[in-house]
């Protein structure tokens, strides 16, 4: 990067840093730095769930999707907008007359202790390891920047982000969330605007959408009903649904976000303002991916964007080998590149033939420069067993730093660590949380001492931030960072919803039988995922109805015991 891009991203980050610090001063108890003192306004609260669901992993790994696999990801989102009316019309008023610090807290009132504290186990775990691949991001950006060992990286990150979450708590992240997304949308719409104008002069927005459909990378609507396919407008709305539910309605991360509002209706409004807001921000951030695409039709994209390894793998003995699949490499993407021209032209003539031949032609060259690809991948493995052929992750990055204007460069990195830290620092402050209120004052201590319950809070925050980096340091083995979060997610969140939904909607239903209709299910889920089943959205849903249905057969089975 240029001293300009330092300068900006510094400045950026030291601004944030610094304002957040400064607005939670005063947090002398576990009600301010948990919660925040329950005094946020709608906008903060609607800011605030965005940043902390918009992390690194979006702006990283969002366009890399696009770029690979096309805009079918935008599906995934569909469910949104109808989960924060429901959450708005049930949840949100449930937890704020309740006044309860985590979502957990209600699940002992209405059951017993113990099916309290295994919905906050299997939330910890989820959320523990979630939050460790949040840091792993933005440690990629450091490591390609200054050519460092991302593990040196990766501890750096989740060091800064600790120290800054143990100091301000909610407060310091609610109040640099609502800064961290006004510069996130500035960043993006300067990004889309410039990867437009660094296509060619004859192709401009509308075209470079129908070069990339013609590339069978633009639909991003699918109606067919295939459990073997992840992105579908039924996975997204009905298994979208579920996962969206139980990941505002029942992750601390985000359910401590809409706790902080001032009433009700601030905490309402928060929600239903991220439901509008965040489908478009989604879809607009892969288009972005769509028109990297697009760029590198018509210049040449490197082998592999990792640069870092293919530094490494040159460097060793297999340097021939790699030599000789850049050469296929380069003349594969000159013959494209005329087929490219073609095909633009053909647009522009509305000639239906010559469109399609373009099209047969760019498909066969994707299916060669596929194995140009693979040949470089086990080239990769033989040099070194343990290395990453994924570099989906680094597309977007590497279009960045090569080819954006000096200044912007800075910028758009200043925007991947500002969505790092707010998901971070969220993510680290509802493990903290539900550590001290619903594992240690009701498995340890119950005695009330505010000063003693805010230091242990800060001491947990610390902890977890430990564990993050660990889980942080085997992240680069987990492929696209965006999947395996949402992957991991769906392991958990449709168990825990479904628990929820047992507490709100079946009252006769005890404490045993979901307790145990939770475990079992679990075990459903993870059987159904181990051997791919069904992917991973639907995994939701069935996580969500096996507690119910469980949960009642078991309830009838116990009352007929007893008479």
Known sequence: MSGADWCVLVFTLLGIICYGIYRSRGSRNIDGYLLGDKSL????????????????????????LAYTSGMGFAQFYFGLPLAMIVLSITFVPMFHRLRVFTAYEFLEKRFD???????????????????????????????????LDIQYTTVAIGVLVICYTMYGGTKAVSHTQLLQMSIIFIGLLLAGVTVVYLLPKDVGLIKAIHIAGKSGKAKAIDF???????????????????????????????????????????SRLGLLMNGLLKVPMQFF????????????????????????????????PYREEL???????????????????????????????????????????????????EQLHQLMKVGNARADTNDNNYIFLHFVTQKMPKGLVGLLIAIVFLASMGATASGLNALASTSVVDIYKRLVSRKVNDRLDLSLSRWMTLGWGLFCIGVALFAQRL?????????????????????????????????????????????????????????????????????????????????????
Not at 236 to 265: A, E, K, M, P
Not at 286 to 302: E, K, M, S, T
Not at 324 to 342: D, G, N, R
Not at 522 to 527: F, G, K, R, T
């Open 479 to 563: 492929g696209n960072l965006l999947e395996a979060v949402n992957i991991l997610g769906s392991l958990f969140y449709g168990t825990i919803l479904g628990i929820f939904m047992v507490a709100f909607y079946l009252k006769k239903v005890g404490g045993s039988a979901t307790f145990v209709a939770a475990i079992i299910s679990e075990l459903i889920v993870v059987i159904c995922w181990k051997y791919e089943i069904m992917t991973f959205l639907w995994l939701n849903l069935l996580g969500c109805l096996s507690v119910m249905c469980l949960a009642t057969i078991l309830q009838a089975l116990q009352a007929k015991k007893i008479q």
């Open 41 to 64: 306004p709608w906008y903060h609260v609607c800011f605030s769930v965005m940043a902390t669901q918009a992390s690194a992993i979006t702006f990283l790994s969002a366009p890399g």
């Open 323 to 373: 030599l000789s699949l850049h050469s296929e490499h380069e003349a594969l993407f000159a013959e494209k590149e005329k087929v490219v021209s073609e095909l633009s032209v053909a647009l522009d003539r509305n000639d239906e033939e010559a469109i399609n031949v373009a099209r047969e032609r760019l498909h066969e060259f994707g299916d060669k420069n596929g194995e140009i690809q």
């Open 285 to 316: 951030i892969l288009l972005i991916g769509l028109l990297v695409f697009v760029y590198y039709q018509y210049h040449a994209p490197p082998l592999f964007f990792n640069g870092q390894a293919l530094e490494e793998l040159e460097r060793g």
């Open 224 to 266: 067919s009903f295939d459990w073997n396919n992840q992105y579908t407008v039924w996975s997204g709305l009905i298994g979208g649904l579920f996962l969206q539910l139980s990941y505002f309605g029942t992750d601390q991360s985000q359910v401590g976000r809409y706790l902080t509002g001032s009433s009700i209706r601030d």
């Open 113 to 147: 202790l113990k099916t309290r504290a295994i919905t906050a186990i299997l939330f910890l775990i989820q959320r523990g390891v979630s939050t460790g691949i949040t840091i792993y991001a933005p440690a990629v950006i450091l490591s390609s920047i200054l050519h």
